[in-house]
C-alpha cells in the first residue's frame, strides 16, 4: 500500500500470487471505494480521465462460446462502448483476445455524433493479446503480467480510471487489482445471488411473485421429489423447467414433460416421475444427458413450474446501483426466445409492452433495492414470464436474476448513447432530449451458412449501397455488432432503431433480408467448397 492506495505488482508491492483470498478482497475493497469518486468526476472533461474495457465472458461452461472466434466476437460486442469517446478528453483502453479489423474500428467511429473519427481513434488503446483460444479474457491477461502492467501504464491517472467488464468473478476482481483501478461491476462475493437457486430465495424472501418450484438441489431423487411436491400443489401442472445454477442464455435448460402421469400420491407416482426426468428435453444441443447430470450434481440447480398460456411473453428489466447507492431503473424489453423449446436468447424488442411494463419495473425495483443494500453495484436484469388470463389482465413470474451485462445491455447502451435518450418507468416509453419517441429491435443472431461467403469489408459495402446506416439527423437507422464472427461462423448482430415499434420492426427485418439477399448472391457467384 502507498498512501493508503494499493500499488499494483509492477510499482514494487507485494505480488498478487502472494496474496491470500482475503488479502485479496482487502485490497479490492479499498479500491472500490474510490468508485464514487470516479464516478462523481466523470463527464467534468478531466484531461486525465480513462475507462478500461475488458469485455471478458467468464462463464461456468458456456456452449455457444466454443470458438475462440465466437468468444472474440461477445468481446467486441461491447464496442458501442466506443461512443463514450465523443467525451473530448476521455481515453480508453479495449482489450481483446485476438485484434480487431481495422474497418470494424472505423465503423464505431463513424457513429459517433459530432466528433472527429480521428480525434477519437488518438485516444483509443487497442490492446490484443493475440490468444484465440476459448477460455475468458482475464484468466489470458492473469497468466501475462507483462502485458497487464503494459494496460496499466496506459492509465493517466488511478485515481480518475475505472475498469469495465461483462461480468465479475475472482479473475476480474485480479484483473482490477493487478491494474490498480476499481470496478465498476458487482462483487465477486454476491454471485450466489444471482445463481438459479440463489435468485429464487431471494424472489422469496422479498415476496416478489415466481414460479412454484425448489431450489437447490443436486441429484435426479432430488429432482424427483421436488417434482412430487410440486404436483401436491398442482396437481394439474402439465411440465417443468429444470435448470442448472450457472446455466447462460437459456442453454443449461431442460424441460420435463408430466401429462400423464398417475394421480399425485398414486404408489407409481416416483418411479414414473423419474423416467420422466431421465427423458428431458435439453436445451443445449451440444451436451449430453449425462454431462448434464453431472453438472447438476457438481453445481446445483433448480425445478420450476413451467409457465404456459394462450398469451406468454417473456420481458426484462434493466437496473444499475450507482456508486452511491442510488437505484436507476433503466430499461424494459421484450426478450426474443427460440431453441429447441423456446428457453434461448436470441434479441429483444425495447421498450417492453406497457400493458405490463409498469408491473415488472416495480417488482423489480424491489429486488434492486434488497442489491443495493448488499451492496452491489453496477448493472443488472431481472427476467420475468407474463401470462394473459381469460380476463385480459398480466400475471408476472420474476424467473432470473443476471448479475452482469446481457443480451439486452449492448442495444439499449447503444440507443441511449446515440440519442442522448432516456427511458421513463411511468409512461414505459424512451425519449430523446427534444421529446422524440424511440424503439430497437435487436438480435446477435442473424444466422445463414451461405453469410460465411461475406468479409466485413463486403458487409460494410452492403450497408453503403444499401443505406443501412444510422442517420444522425433523423436518429433512426442500424447498428451491426458481432462482424468479426461473419465470415467464419456466418453470424451478425443488429440493432434497428425507429421512431415507432412498427418502424424499428419494418428497419430490422429490411436490414436482415438485405444482407441474406446479398449474402445469397454471393454465394450463388462463387459457391462455398464442400
Not at 278 to 306: K, Q
Not at 317 to 339: A, K, N
Not at 403 to 425: A, C, E, I, N, V
Amino acid at each position: 500500500m502507498t498512501g493508503g492506495l494499493w500499488t499494483p505488482p509492477h510499482g514494487g508491492a507485494r505480488m498478487l500470487s502472494a496474496l491470500s483470498e482475503d488479502e485479496r478482497y482487502e485490497v479490492f475493497d479499498r479500491l472500490q471505494a474510490r468508485m464514487r469518486g470516479v464516478w462523481d468526476a466523470m463527464r467534468l472533461n478531466y484531461e486525465d480521465e480513462s475507462v478500461i474495457v475488458i469485455p471478458s465472458l467468464t462463464l461456468e461452461r458456456s456452449e455457444s462460446l466454443g470458438t475462440g472466434t465466437m468468444m472474440q466476437a461477445y468481446e467486441e460486442r461491447f464496442l458501442f462502448l466506443l461512443i463514450l469517446l465523443r467525451e473530448p478528453r476521455l481515453r480508453m483502453v479495449y482489450v481483446t483476445s485476438v485484434p480487431i479489423a481495422p474497418e470494424i474500428i472505423e465503423y464505431y467511429l463513424s457513429l459517433l455524433p459530432g466528433v472527429i473519427p480521428s480525434h477519437a481513434r488518438a485516444r483509443l488503446s487497442l490492446i490484443a493479446v493475440n490468444d484465440a483460444s476459448p477460455i475468458s479474457l482475464s484468466e489470458k491477461l492473469l497468466v501475462r503480467p507483462r502485458l497487464l502492467q503494459r494496460i496499466a501504464a496506459l492509465i493517466p491517472n488511478p485515481l480518475r480510471s475505472h475498469l469495465i467488464p461483462y461480468n465479475t468473478t475472482e479473475l476480474e476482481r485480479d484483473v482490477a487489482i493487478s491494474l490498480g483501478i476499481p470496478m465498476y461491476a458487482a462483487d465477486p462475493r454476491l454471485a450466489p445471488l444471482g445463481s438459479k437457486s440463489g435468485c429464487r430465495q431471494l424472489f422469496a424472501e422479498l415476496g416478489v411473485p415466481h414460479p412454484l418450484g425448489a431450489e437447490n438441489l443436486h441429484s435426479l431423487d432430488e429432482l424427483a421429489d421436488a417434482v412430487l411436491t410440486m404436483r401436491s400443489e398442482h396437481p394439474a401442472m402439465d411440465s417443468a423447467i429444470v435448470k442448472l445454477n450457472e446455466g447462460v442464455s437459456g442453454e443449461g435448460n431442460a424441460v420435463v414433460r408430466l401429462k400423464g402421469l398417475p394421480a399425485p400420491g398414486s404408489p407409481e407416482e416416483r418411479t414414473e416421475v423419474l423416467k420422466r426426468l431421465e427423458e428431458m428435453e435439453l436445451e443445449s444441443a451440444t451436451l449430453s444427458f449425462e454431462t448434464y447430470v453431472a453438472r447438476f450434481a457438481d453445481n446445483g440447480g433448480i425445478v420450476e413450474e413451467r409457465i404456459v398460456g394462450d398469451e406468454l411473453r417473456s420481458p426484462s428489466v434493466q437496473l444499475r446501483v450507482l456508486p452511491s447507492g442510488e437505484v436507476e431503473l433503466l430499461s424494459t424489453h421484450d426478450q426474443l426466445l427460440g431453441g429447441a423449446s423456446g428457453q434461448s436468447y436470441l434479441g429483444c424488442v425495447f421498450p417492453a409492452a406497457p400493458q405490463y411494463a409498469r408491473m415488472i419495473t416495480e417488482q423489480a425495483a424491489t429486488i434492486g433495492a434488497r442489491l443495493a443494500r448488499e451492496g452491489a453495484l453496477g448493472r443488472f436484469a431481472v427476467d420475468f414470464v407474463v401470462v394473459r388470463g381469460p380476463d385480459g389482465d398480466w400475471t408476472s413470474y420474476a424467473i432470473e436474476l443476471n448479475l452482469r451485462k446481457g443480451g439486452t445491455t449492448h442495444p439499449f447502451l447503444t440507443l441511449q448513447f446515440l440519442t442522448d435518450g432516456r427511458y421513463d418507468p411511468q409512461t414505459a416509453m424512451f425519449r430523446t432530449p427534444l421529446g422524440d419517441e424511440k424503439h430497437l429491435v435487436a438480435t446477435d443472431h442473424l444466422e445463414s451458412e451461405r453469410l460465411r461467403g461475406l468479409m466485413p469489408a463486403d458487409l460494410f459495402d452492403i450497408v453503403a449501397r444499401h443505406g443501412l446506416h444510422f442517420d444522425q439527423s433523423r436518429q433512426v437507422g442500424i447498428v451491426f455488432h458481432m462482424i468479426s464472427c461473419l465470415t467464419e461462423c456466418g453470424r451478425l448482430g443488429l440493432t434497428a432503431v425507429g421512431d415507432t415499434p412498427a418502424e424499428a420492426d419494418r428497419r430490422y427485418r429490411d436490414a436482415s433480408r438485405i444482407v441474406l439477399a446479398e449474402a445469397d448472391q454471393a454465394f450463388a457467384e462463387h459457391p462455398l467448397p464442400v
